[in-house]
């Protein structure tokens, strides 16, 4: 039997009543509510293509709490839990779309302009790594795109999403990449912004066949970073605590259908990074 292939389509997301200012974060990034659940505390929130599934917690701090996916078996829907017990939703085609339309009327959504085109990627840490991917894998059509010593790269079979599991002592979604339609124009906005927008410090281009509208300067002017090969490259900005407990990589991709270790690293582990 044919396993079905997946793609990320929402992320659920749980807002704990201590984090009062969580609502302005949600619209400063240009999402709008679109409706409350009719089953429990919850709400739905979109943004272009980006949808979050919010619900209201009391003893629990904010973050990640499930996925939801779109699956090619047109009629499928699944709730489940994963091994670490992330929940997870998956849908076919009609049944995500009545799971949506009962969840709230898109109808009838303001629809701002926005640069964010979808989420396409996550960091999912996990003491349970192996036990994680395995899970992934026995259930979907994932593929392995890339393996080290502490991390593993699954991608979908379209190539349309990427789950980086990374060894870790707990089990935390802790960033998730936004494809954007003008990352110069997003930056822009986010700069009068009260964000921790990481500086990843000046970069050496000479290697990269920029498009139209970039060049080194630019790059380096509004704080960005590229990472790829010199025609197939993602170039990228990283917010910390873009929501509490979630930081969010926002990404310009050019032909990059993986995730760039070398921005990441600018993004979490060196504090001179280094030049390209």
């Known amino acids: 039997m044919t396993k079905p292939s997946i793609d990320l389509t929402f992320l659920k997301y749980k807002n704990s009543i201590q984090d009062p200012d969580i609502f302005d974060n949600f619209l400063s990034l240009g999402f ?20 979050l599934h919010v619900k209201t917690v009391i003893n629990e701090g904010s973050g990640i709490y499930g996925l939801g996916f779109f699956s090619d078996e047109p009629d499928g829907f699944q709730e489940l839990e994963d091994p670490n017990g992330f929940s997870l939703t998956v849908a076919g085609e009609h049944a995500m779309e009545s799971y949506l339309n009962d969840s709230f009327d898109r109808r009838n959504v303001q629809r701002d302009p926005s640069e964010l085109i979808n989420f396409y990627g996550l960091v999912y840490h996990t003491n349970n790594m192996q036990e994680t991917i395995d899970f992934y894998m026995a259930n979907w059509q994932w593929q ?78 509004y704080q960005l970073t ?8 993602a170039i990228e900005f990283c917010v910390k605590n873009a929501l509490p407990n979630l930081d969010m990589i926002f990404s310009q991709r050019f032909a990059f259908n993986t995730l760039s270790q070398t921005n990441y690293d600018k993004f979490y582990e060196t504090t001179e990074p280094s030049i390209l």
């Open 226 to 233: 590229i990472g790829g090969r010199n025609q197939n490259f």
């Open 144 to 221: 392995i795109l890339e393996q080290e010593e502490n991390f593993t790269l699954l991608t979908s079979s379209n190539n349309r999403s990427i789950i980086k599991f990374v060894e870790a002592e707990n089990n935390a979604i802790q960033t998730a990449y936004v494809g954007v339609r003008d990352i110069k124009h997003l930056r822009s906005q986010l700069s009068f912004e009260d964000y921790s927008i990481v500086n990843p410090g000046r970069s050496k281009l000479n290697n990269y066949k920029l498009p139209a509208g970039f060049s080194e300067s630019i790059i380096n002017n």
């Open 32 to 51: 709008r509510q679109a409706n409350e659940s009719l089953e429990d505390v919850s709400s739905w929130h979109t943004a272009g293509g980006v949808i």
